[in-house]
Nanobody, 122 residues
Framework: QVQLVESGGRLVQAGGSLRLSCAASGRTVSSLSIAWFRQPPGKEREFVAITSRSGGRVYADSVRGRFTIDREDAKSTVYLQMNSLKLEDTADYYC????????????????WGQGTQVTVSS
């Protein structure tokens, strides 16, 4: 079992920055691929970024160049640094864990956090 707890979400102005954290416990984080997903109001959950257990990173086109995902295995924590935030980044953000390499679909993840809300205002 893996427990995931997100934090860092809040109200921020467009153009601003925010860093989300995902604290993991229950299993060695280095053996897992950890991803961030988001779910905008009234929409389906979508992939944002992943840090693979192999060491690679993949980003959704909508956030590439603005968001950075980092992992600190010693602290069992994965971060999502979000810069140049846009109104359309408003969503509930979730971290998820998988034993796969680069899973992109929510159905490929077995473990989820409770989410943290990010609201970008004009």
């Amino acid at each position: 079992q893996v427990q995931l707890v997100e934090s860092g979400g809040r109200l921020v102005q467009a153009g601003g920055s925010l860093r989300l954290s995902c604290a993991a416990s229950g299993r060695t984080v280095s053996s897992l691929s950890i991803a961030w997903f988001r779910q905008p109001p009234g929409k389906e959950r979508e992939f944002v970024a992943i840090t693979s257990r192999s060491g690679g990173r993949v980003y959704a086109d909508s956030v590439r160049g603005r968001f950075t995902i980092d992992r600190e295995d010693a602290k069992s924590t994965v971060y999502l640094q979000m810069n140049s935030l846009k109104l359309e980044d408003t969503a509930d953000y979730y971290c998820a864990a998988s034993t796969g390499l680069y899973p992109r679909a929510p159905s490929e993840y077995n473990f989820w956090g409770q989410g943290t809300q990010v609201t970008v205002s004009s």
